[in-house]
């Protein structure tokens, strides 16, 4: 079955660590996306990548780190540096082809981070 | 700058009507989507409009208005497991079918029996 796969799915860290977030799809899509959410709100962009080995910052992409090494794969880094960690984390990824349909995002079940 | 408007919660019947409103202004236009999300969950796409009008999918319509920037969910014969949070994500401006998506706060609907 073709999807997205985040992992983990809970994460726990201490202050002060860096914590990497995997992402891997199996669509085939060229372009792939970190969004925060926090509770009550809306998804916030972090990165987003439209093409291997090149990738954009969002909204928010202050204390997080990106790799798009492979068509496959998008990991996210939340460093040191991010005062706020504690968030869901969801990757998506959407199809550059417009014959595949609206280039909707397909998303993954998610990564819930808390920082203790 | 860029902005999209919800209402924050709404509260419905079930078998009735609902309708979800959402404002937007964005630096250019390539799409609006609207999403479904129960709590800590994925979002799962509902609906997509690029032109005005309305696209119908089963219990679930999606209206757009360009020029007014404006566009609403319409959900008919509401069920339990409609309660959920909906998104209301628009595309920026550019020629590729992957710009990046700015998402609305969400409107959190609760469906009563």
């Known amino acids: 079955d073709g999807g997205i796969t985040q992992s983990p799915k809970y994460l726990f860290r201490k202050e002060g660590q860096n914590v990497t977030l995997s992402c891997e799809q199996n669509?085939?899509?060229?372009?792939m996306y970190w969004y925060r959410q926090d509770p009550g709100q809306g998804l916030r962009l972090i990165y987003y990548s439209q093409i291997v080995n090149d990738f954009q910052k969002g909204d928010i992409a202050e204390g997080y780190s990106v790799s798009r090494e492979k068509k496959e794969s998008f990991p996210l880094t939340v460093t040191s540096a991010q005062k706020n960690p504690t968030a869901f984390y969801l990757c998506a990824s959407s199809s550059r082809d417009r014959g595949r349909g609206t280039g909707e995002l397909f998303f993954g079940e998610g990564s819930r981070l808390t920082v203790l | 700058g860029q902005n999209i408007d919800q209402p924050t919660e709404m509260t419905a019947t079930e078998g009735a009507i609902v309708q979800i409103n959402c404002t937007y202004q964005?630096?250019?236009?390539?799409?609006l989507f609207w999403y479904q999300q129960h709590a800590g969950e994925a979002p799962t796409f509902l609906s997509y409009?690029?032109?005005?009008g309305l696209e119908e999918k089963g219990r679930f319509s999606s209206f757009l208005s360009r020029s007014k920037g404006y566009s609403y969910l319409l959900l008919k014969e509401l069920q339990m497991k409609d309660s959920a949070s909906y998104l209301c994500a628009v595309r920026g401006g550019g020629s590729s079918n992957t710009g990046k998506l700015i998402f609305g706060q969400g409107t959190t609907l609760q469906v009563k029996p």
């Open positions: 409009n690029v032109l005005d």
């Open positions: 964005t630096s250019g236009f390539n799409g």
């Open positions: 669509l085939n899509h060229d372009a």
